[in-house]
């Protein structure tokens, strides 16, 4: 599953990542794109505050930074 | 000001600073350079000024210059120490949560042709002794710069324990006057308006320490021009007395922080509280919060009378996370850094913590962050 939070701007994008990740299973991955500065770094401090698995960054085909999410509860 | 809870940003003249200045102003106002009677009494002053500060650093009159402010000092520490390397274009290591004159002294030296190596630091900011001494025993490596404590989440950093081959610059910014200063010490910087001064930079270069200033060569000192004797005055006048009770005041402020540090994570959900628990500075504690906007953050705690700051990206002017935060890999967004000083008491205390849950709710009720 893919969240689009291009254009918004922080804390949005992890509320976006919040509010999708009841629709995909415990062990399933979500990816969000995200062109906030502030991205990167709060997908990977909501991970470890939330208990999920950070899995890796990535850019999405037009260059947008990505971020790979499990669900891991 | 019982509501200003952004003391590391700066202090209102403290009383001791204003009558400093006001005095000195009918006797500092001449060159401290002449050798006519004005010029005399203006010397008098600032050597009386310099003694002061020497005596709270530990250091000696001759190596302490006052600069315009700390932005200035910082910048001033950072590339005369480079400049004064047998080799100027010479590399610089430096922390990566250092202030951001640092980082923009550490760029202008890349601009210039130079080279900087950057060391990385753990969740609550500190860097590793061990590994900040290796970088700077790397070849090629003319200078270090390492923080006596971090400004937004107040880590103490081991600077004590580095072993270092190059001169270290050291950011005293937030601890002079808030908490002993290292033991050794080769260049120093920090600013007034911390301790209730007006806006004076502090410069002190050790004894034997190559320093070589950044600017035009001017035979006034390590700072080019005629300083502002009477800002000296009272900066040096609010550090001496500020100093007398330091100890006392931050042994009161450092358990207001503990109240703090403990309460936050109690009354409010998904917060982070950063920083090294115990290693810390007696005045500054910082947390995050998820879900939270820390613009919209400010702007209600403003509106019930607390001024903080935040190293969130939306309060900043270049809409980018603080470095700082970003190194740690604390969460950036929600973020708040509450500062204290000696106007601020327990009961001020209580009711930021009193009203904080609210303001916290009430901002992510707005973004429709319930539930989640």
Known sequence: ?73 | MPGYLDAAAGLPLHPVAREAYLAALDDGWADAGRLHGAGRRARLLLDAAREAVAAVLGGRPDEVTFAGNGTQALHAAVLGTLRGAADPLGALVHSAVEHSAVLQAARSHLAAGGAAAEVGVDATGRVDAAAFTAAARVDGVVAAALQAANHEVGTVQPVDDLDLPVPLVTDVTQTLSRAPLPGRWDVLAGDARIWGGPSVGVLAVRTGTRWRGPYPDDDRGRIPGVPDIPSVVAAAAALRAVDATRAAEAARQSALVERIRAEVPRLIPDVDVLGDPVRRLPHIVTFSCLYVDGEALLSELDRRGFAVSSGSSCTSSTLTPSHVLVAMGALTSGNVRVSLHAGVSEQDVDEFLAVLPAVVADVRAELGATGL
């Open chain 1, 1 to 73: 599953m893919v969240v689009d939070a291009r254009g918004r701007r922080c804390p949005l994008p992890i509320l976006d990542l919040a509010r999708a990740l009841p629709s995909v299973a415990v062990g399933d991955t979500i990816t969000v794109e995200a062109d906030d500065p502030a991205a990167g770094p709060d997908i990977r401090a909501w991970c470890r505050m939330r208990g999920h698995e950070f899995v890796a960054a990535r850019h999405a085909d037009d260059g947008t930074p990505s971020y790979e999410v499990r669900r891991l509860r």
